[in-house]
Antibody, heavy 118, light 107 residues
Framework: EVQLVESGGGLIQPGGSLRLSCAAS????????MSWVRQAPGKGLEWVSG???????YYADTVKGRFTFSRDNSKNTLSLQMNSLRVEDTALYYC????????????WGQGTLVTVSS | EIVLTQSPATLSLSPGERATLSCRAS??????LAWYQQKPGQAPRLLIY???NRATGIPARFSGSGSGTDFTLTISSLEPEDFAVYYC?????????FGGGTKVDIK
């Protein structure tokens, strides 16, 4: 059974940093396109960042230069380093993935909540 | 970036009725569009990928069509569990983008 489990969320002040993790089981993250998707409270889905099997990374304009997506193949985990956090980064952050050929999200975690507030 | 516009924002229907949801792209995404369903308190679920392919385990009452800039998700006969929010997502180009969502609620 495939499982994606996010962790690392919490309350952080504006300007601070946080590192999210996504641990995968039943599934090899390095062989698949993976992404982070967020959802602000009461709002719609927003794609944040993606990584290809080859390791190329992509970002939404809203987070480019502040967030870094990385992967630890030996631990089968993903990470999202978030710096210079803003109030508008407050959201539930999901990791998602599922295909080796494309960003088609068969599998989702349950999300980890990031709250940016003073 | 490619902007996806979903309409209507809310669709009020009764069980057994047909639902037709629209997603329009600001430029061609070929057929590289997916539909996701989200229920309150749950992660999204993949319904349709590449415009018209049902994901594993998705009932036949869900169908997708379209290419280029205009796409449709059709639910042929609404079941009680289909009342939810639906999002389209394009993967034609980075950054990937979602539409704003269509809420299907009970009339």
């Amino acid at each position: 059974e495939v499982q994606l489990v996010e962790s690392g969320g919490g309350l952080i002040q504006p300007g601070g940093s946080l590192r999210l993790s996504c641990a995968a089981s039943g599934f090899t993250v390095s062989s698949n396109y993976m992404s982070w998707v967020r959802q602000a409270p009461g709002k719609g889905l927003e794609w944040v960042s993606g990584i290809s099997p080859g390791g190329s990374t992509y970002y939404a304009d809203t987070v480019k230069g502040r967030f870094t997506f990385s992967r630890d193949n030996s631990k089968n985990t993903l990470s999202l380093q978030m710096n210079s956090l803003r109030v508008e980064d407050t959201a539930l952050y999901y990791c998602a993935g599922g295909r080796s050929s494309a960003s088609i999200f068969d599998y989702w975690g349950q999300g980890t909540l990031v709250t940016v507030s003073s | 970036e490619i902007v996806l516009t979903q309409s209507p924002a809310t669709l009020s229907l009764s069980p057994g009725e047909r639902a037709t949801l629209s997603c329009r792209a600001s430029q061609s995404v070929r057929s590289l569009l997916a539909w996701y369903q989200q229920k309150p308190g749950q992660a999204p679920r993949l319904l349709i990928y590449d415009s018209s392919n049902r994901a594993t385990g998705i009932p036949a009452r869900f169908s997708g069509s379209g290419s280029g800039t205009d796409f449709t998700l059709t639910i042929s006969s609404l079941e009680p569990e289909d009342f939810a929010v639906y999002y389209c997502l394009q993967r034609r180009d980075w950054p990937l983008t979602f539409g704003g969502g269509t809420k299907v609620d009970i009339k």
